[in-house]
């Protein structure tokens, strides 16, 4: 069949209706990649494909032209080591048609589950209702070092000080063993909660008893916001930590792999996933959305807004477009919808409908997980960084699934081949 269409390529004039189409198995193996690599390429952007009741079906000539495409020319692995990095593939995080799951489980779904069942889920394989994260007996190394921060330090800031002080801690910190990084990473994530200060006495569980019998996300919680929760409130924190949780190969993903690749330790990993999310287009895009929605909930008009932040930035306006999801992006549905279901927080939702409003108007941009994060954030009274933090410390177990997968695969190869362009 490949050596038909192939002929049929090189053919000046041919009949475009034909040539059958192909199934989404023959082009699986026409391109040598796994359906979920397939598929990532549709939800690129880099193939069409049309779908009836038997399934997908791609165009034959684009298939092989993309086919063409990816052949590395003559002579170019010669130019320096390693191997030119195209597609990762990935067994946890697939988005197909719009729609996001977790080992082809609806992330609808899983977001109703408890954020430490998810997490010990995908760190072990394992699902435990009962699962709990705890953090390393001894946390006052890593609380003194975000202690001795400069006042202007945030949250995000203290998490990432306190990964290193974990990491000293740790006599297993340099074993690859799968259950060992398992360990390390639930206790790293329940550390990255514990170091950062309590808002206020009443706002939820601290130290002793309570908190040892508190679920991450009441602990979580209290260290973001500074009036107690009611149920809802909860479970808007822990849907965005299970929505957040993993998402394909976003940019501190490939860091955090590559870093894996490299025999990284669990904790060097997430440092080099950390690095990659505080950036403005990534992990802290949430606060410009926060701030936007703010501003809206407390009465200024919605347009004049949307208007300052284009001046302000030059750029997007925060909280809006997702190019993997065109018909928009389903975690931010997901969010949205509880935080309005909830009853608690008009004024928000109202916000969040009206800035959603002029940019469907003017631009058809949907709204993304930023500006849903940002929503929930500002909806529980937590300051306009909240939504990083919850990001970072969601992606932390994601970051650890990549790198239990990277580190079965051949070591270094994520390293891209160089182009040199100086004199």
């Not at 953090?135 to 006042?151: K, T």
């Not at 919850?390 to 190869?413: C, K, M, N, S």
């Amino acid at each position: 069949m490949v050596n038909w269409i192939e002929s049929l390529v090189n053919v000046d004039r041919i009949n475009m209706d034909a040539l059958p189409r192909l199934t989404a198995d023959q082009t699986a193996e026409r391109l040598g990649v796994k359906l979920e690599t397939l598929y990532a390429y549709v939800a690129r952007g880099r193939l069409s494909r049309e779908r009836t009741a038997d399934g997908s079906t791609f165009d034959p000539l684009e298939v092989e032209r993309f086919a063409a495409s990816r052949r590395r020319r003559p002579g170019a692995a010669a130019r320096s080591e390693g191997s030119p990095l195209m597609v990762i593939e990935t067994g946890f995080a697939l988005i197909d048609d719009g729609e996001l799951s977790y080992r082809g489980r609806p992330v609808d779904e899983l977001a109703t589950e408890p954020f430490e069942t998810v997490a010990h889920w995908a760190l072990t394989g394992e699902w435990d209702p009962e699962a709990r994260l705890a953090p390393a007996a001894d946390l006052e190394p890593a609380r003194a070092a975000g202690a001795a921060l400069p006042a202007a330090a945030g949250d995000r800031d203290r998490q990432l000080v306190a990964v290193t002080a974990l990491a000293a801690a740790d006599p297993l910190r340099a074993s690859l063993d799968p259950s060992v990084v398992a360990t390390a990473g639930e206790r790293l994530v329940a550390g990255m909660v514990e170091v950062l200060p309590l808002r206020s006495a009443s706002a939820g569980p601290g130290t002793g008893p309570r908190a040892s019998r508190a679920s991450l996300v009441e602990r979580l919680y209290a260290r973001l916001a500074s009036t107690p929760p009611d149920d809802a409130d909860l479970a808007l924190l822990n849907a965005a930590l299970v929505l957040l949780l993993d998402h394909d190969i976003a940019v501190s993903t490939l860091a955090a792999r590559a870093a894996a690749s490299a025999r990284a330790t669990p904790y060097g990993v997430v440092i080099a996933g950390l690095g990659a999310l505080d950036s403005p287009l990534h992990g802290n895009a949430s606060r410009a959305a926060h701030r936007l929605l703010a501003r809206v909930a407390a009465g200024e008009n919605a347009a004049r807004v949307v208007s300052d932040s284009v001046l302000t930035t030059h750029g997007p306006v925060p909280g809006f477009g997702q190019p993997l999801y065109p018909a928009g992006d389903p975690r931010a549905r997901i969010l949205l919808r509880m935080l309005a279901e909830s009853g608690r927080h008009a004024e928000v939702v109202d916000a969040a409908d009206s800035v959603a409003g002029v940019m469907r108007d003017r631009t058809g941009a949907h709204p993304n997980v930023d500006l849903a994060l940002a929503a929930v954030t500002l909806a529980c009274g937590m300051a306009d960084d909240a939504g990083e933090v919850v990001f970072a410390t969601a992606r932390t177990v994601g970051w650890l699934v990549h790198a239990l997968d990277e580190y079965g695969r051949a070591p270094l190869r994520l390293r891209p081949v160089g182009r040199y362009t100086g004199p």
